[in-house]
């Protein structure tokens, strides 16, 4: 099977703009999350959804905005983007949304706001 | 406050020796315990995980972790070392408030010398 796929890899944006990054999780996974690593906040839960519904949000501003859609391919938006933000936006998806499922990570979008 | 600690920021090994990166946890209920690594410029790999049963978990990589309740304890540990497990290792949680999300301790940095 092929693994979770992050589009693009990577962003160059200016403050004020927004962003759009994909995810496309493993065949069969109805599950997806998504997550923000930066050298000093570390890995930092930002959504998870299942079935084209968001189920947890993580504590971060209303500018961080995301979706699934029916084939569980999910977009995260990131408006009026701030320096902060730069950062690696990675995905994961699970089968389903237990405790107990094995989340797959996939390469990341790494964006860098100038 | 459901949390996840690893105490050394690094850890140092020479090859071939055993190793062990630690993991303490802090959660409300039965815990499900994760690892991951992380190479440069990747995202997360999945080696093991604790769900229930046996508390010595193997993993991927000939890596293995034990589960110690009594100590809320998730050490990693491999009997041989080799210079490719040089990378970042992170230890998770997966805990349900109100929906689902990972929490993932600051990450362990190993170092593995020839």
């Known amino acids: 099977k092929a693994g979770v796929t992050q589009t693009p890899r990577y962003l160059i944006k200016t403050r004020g703009q927004q962003v759009t990054l994909s995810c496309s999780p493993i065949?069969?996974?109805?599950?997806v999350s998504w997550y923000q690593q930066t050298p000093g906040q570390g890995l930092q839960f930002l959504f998870e959804?299942?079935?084209?519904?968001?189920?947890n949000k993580g504590n971060f501003p209303g500018r961080f905005s995301g979706r699934q859609f029916s084939n569980s391919r999910s977009e995260m938006n990131v408006s009026t983007l701030e320096l902060g933000d730069s950062a690696l936006y990675l995905c994961?998806?699970?089968?389903?949304?237990?405790?107990?499922?094995?989340?797959?990570f996939g390469p990341g979008t790494r964006l860098l706001v100038l | 406050a459901q949390s996840v600690a690893q105490p050394e920021d690094q850890v140092n090994v020479a090859e071939g020796n055993p190793l062990t990166v630690k993991c303490t946890y802090s959660?409300?209920?039965?815990?499900?315990l994760f690892w991951y690594v992380q190479y440069p410029n990747r995202g997360l790999q999945f080696l093991l995980k604790?769900?229930?049963?046996?508390?010595l978990v193997k993993g991927s990589y000939g890596f293995e972790a034990e589960f110690n309740k009594s100590q809320t304890s998730f050490h990693l540990k491999k009997p041989s070392a080799l210079v490719s497990d040089s990378a970042l290792y992170f230890c998770?949680?997966?805990?349900?408030?109100?929906?689902?999300?990972?929490?993932f301790g600051a990450g362990t940095r190993l170092f593995v010398k020839a």
């Open positions: 994961a998806s699970s089968h389903g949304p237990l405790e107990k499922e094995t989340q797959y």
């Open positions: 065949s069969g996974h109805r599950s």
């Open positions: 959804y299942f079935s084209e519904t968001q189920r």
């Open positions: 959660v409300s209920g039965n815990p499900y």
């Open positions: 604790y769900i229930t049963g046996d508390n």
């Open positions: 998770a949680v997966r805990v349900h408030t109100g929906g689902f999300k990972t929490i």
